[in-house]
Nanobody, 123 residues
C-alpha cells in the first residue's frame, strides 16, 4: 500500500488550500482514510476522516466548519480542503489508511501512512 500526499504550501492567514492523498496497492475497496497533522513540539492530531464505502465523514472540533474531506472514486484520491486558515493550522499533514473502515482519530488504528506534506500559514 502506498499513500502519497501533495499540495502543501505557504498560505496567508484567512486563505484556503487543498491537499491530496493518492492511495494505491490496497487489497480491497473497504477502508477509510484519515488526515492527521503534527505541529512542531505537539502530538499528532486527527483532523478528518472518510469511509470509502459510504462516504461517511468525521471532523475534529478544531477544524469543523473550516475543513472538508472528499474523495475522487475514479482515481482513489482523497482531498482535504482547508479554509479560513490560521497560523495554528501550520503543521505537517499526513494521510493514513484504516483497513477496518473505522471513522476514528486514534492513530494506532491506522495501518498505513504517507510521508506528509507541509502546510504553513503565515503572513
Amino acid at each position: 500500500v502506498q499513500l502519497v500526499e501533495s499540495g502543501g504550501d505557504l498560505v496567508q492567514p484567512g486563505g484556503s488550500l487543498t491537499i491530496s492523498c493518492a492511495a494505491s496497492g490496497f487489497p480491497h475497496g473497504y477502508y477509510s482514510i484519515g488526515w492527521f497533522r503534527q505541529a512542531p513540539g505537539k502530538e499528532r492530531e486527527g483532523v478528518a476522516c472518510i469511509s470509502i464505502t459510504d462516504d461517511m465523514t468525521a471532523y475534529a472540533d478544531s477544524v469543523k466548519g473550516r475543513f472538508t474531506i472528499t474523495r475522487d472514486n475514479a482515481v482513489t484520491t482523497v482531498y482535504l480542503k482547508l479554509h479560513r486558515l490560521t497560523p495554528e493550522d501550520t503543521a505537517v499533514y499526513y494521510c493514513a489508511l484504516d483497513l477496518l473502515q473505522d471513522l476514528t482519530f486514534d492513530s494506532k488504528e491506522y495501518d498505513y501512512w504517507g510521508q506528509g506534506t507541509q502546510v504553513t500559514v503565515s503572513s
